[in-house]
């Protein structure tokens, strides 16, 4: 039977959630959101690989072939690109009505120097998280970058299990996987002299490979230990979550100190899957009965996906045209957050399961589903 990490996937909403109050902050001038807390949130990135590594390795150690590879390239694919084209589009579109719209309302940057073809090109390309020569900021949808990161992270691993399995190498693996890790934080290391968590545009394809490896990692210790979970008594769980839990939470607060040595909080953030993935504490317990939080959970992709598009516009609604001030956001950020929600909502309906369901339709074509 299929496992579900209910626990996990609640993890990703309330993170996805804490990511936009971190870009949120950027117009609001409220203790509310401009905190070292809601500062330092964009750490949370940094859960998204290693979960997002601990389920793909839950589900895909069986690639041996090149028609195994291209099927699990391709599904993952199908369920994050469309998505990222839709509100890439959208970006594209605003950015090129900007001089019309500055007649009637201020625009901050009528000519954003990183929204170009050649940023275009690197976003539709899906390496807008790797160093290229002339960009020198995250552009269009800045969330994106993360995305780039997670398709360069799915691709090689595809391979490295490709590889393992051809190879012999099954009883190994761990040891190859921890290789891949040593090699892409090396090689972060190499071109950045630092481990901070804070690369994006230039080398986040090599902290979310590192992530994201460290995630199937954590998978792998969590089935190996099973036996050694289940005799363990509720009363550790009990102890446990909320102790790490809200332990990782103010290491969090405290980023702007320990951000530099970045393994502080991928060891946090290993620890903390490997402990929720057996959801038997009472904060598990107490988190899964709301099923807002399920619901946040399973928009949590839409929810980081289009955040920065839903901040932007509200911005321009509320502080530049109806003049709110940035102090507004104590109260208006519950407004924006529910509009982020709802459209969320739409789009994981309409364009993420739609697309999803793509692999699946043997022998029709993607523009049918429309």
């Not at 990703?12 to 990511?19: H, K």
């Not at 964009?42 to 290693?50: A, Q």
């Not at 579109?93 to 309302?105: D, N, P, R």
């Not at 040593?182 to 630092?194: Q, S």
Request: proline share 2%; hydrophobic share 50%; glycine share 6%.
């Amino acid at each position: 039977m299929k496992e579900r990490f209910e626990v996990l996937d609640i993890f990703r909403g309330i993170f996805a959630s804490l990511v936009v109050l971190f870009h949120a902050s950027a117009f609001s001038a409220t203790p509310l959101i401009n905190n070292s807390f809601i500062k330092h949130s964009d750490l949370f990135v940094d859960f998204f690989f290693i979960l997002s590594g601990f389920v793909i390795a839950y589900s895909y150690q069986y690639i041996t072939s090149g028609h195994d590879l291209k099927r699990f390239y391709s599904k993952r694919v199908y369920r994050l690109y469309p998505l990222h084209l839709a509100v890439l589009l959208v970006f594209i579109a605003i950015e090129l009505l900007k001089g019309a719209a500055s007649h009637y309302v201020h625009v901050n940057k009528l000519v954003n120097e990183s929204n170009n073809l050649y940023t275009v090109l690197t976003n539709l390309l899906l390496l807008n998280s790797v160093k290229f020569p002339f960009v020198h900021d995250v552009s269009w949808n800045i969330a994106s970058w993360s995305i780039s990161a997670e398709m360069i992270s799915y691709l090689l691993f595809g391979l490295t299990v490709a590889a393992i399995n051809r190879s012999g190498l099954a009883k190994n693996r761990n040891a190859v996987y921890i290789l891949v890790v040593f090699i892409a934080a090396g090689l972060l290391y190499f071109f950045t002299g630092n481990f901070k968590l804070t690369y994006n545009f230039d080398y986040g394809f090599l902290r979310g490979t590192t992530g994201f490896f460290i995630g199937v990692i954590c998978y792998n210790t969590y089935q190996a230990t099973k036996k050694i979970q289940s005799k363990l008594s509720s009363l550790t769980y009990h102890v446990l979550e909320p102790v790490l839990f809200f332990g990782t939470l103010v290491m969090v607060y405290y980023g702007g100190i320990y951000e530099n040595q970045g393994f502080i909080y991928e060891i946090l953030f290993f620890a903390n899957v490997l402990l929720f993935a057996s959801q038997k504490g009472w904060l598990s317990k107490w988190l899964m009965k709301s099923q807002l939080l399920h619901q946040t959970g399973k928009y949590s992709y839409s929810i980081y996906m289009t955040h920065t598009l839903m901040l932007s516009l509200f911005n321009i609604v509320f502080i530049r045209v109806l003049k709110f001030p940035p102090s507004a956001y104590s109260y208006l950020i519950i407004l924006n957050y529910l509009l982020i929600y709802f459209v969320s909502a739409w789009t994981f309906k309409n364009i993420e399961m739609r697309f999803n369901q793509v692999p699946q339709q043997k022998g029709k074509k993607v523009w049918w589903l429309w």
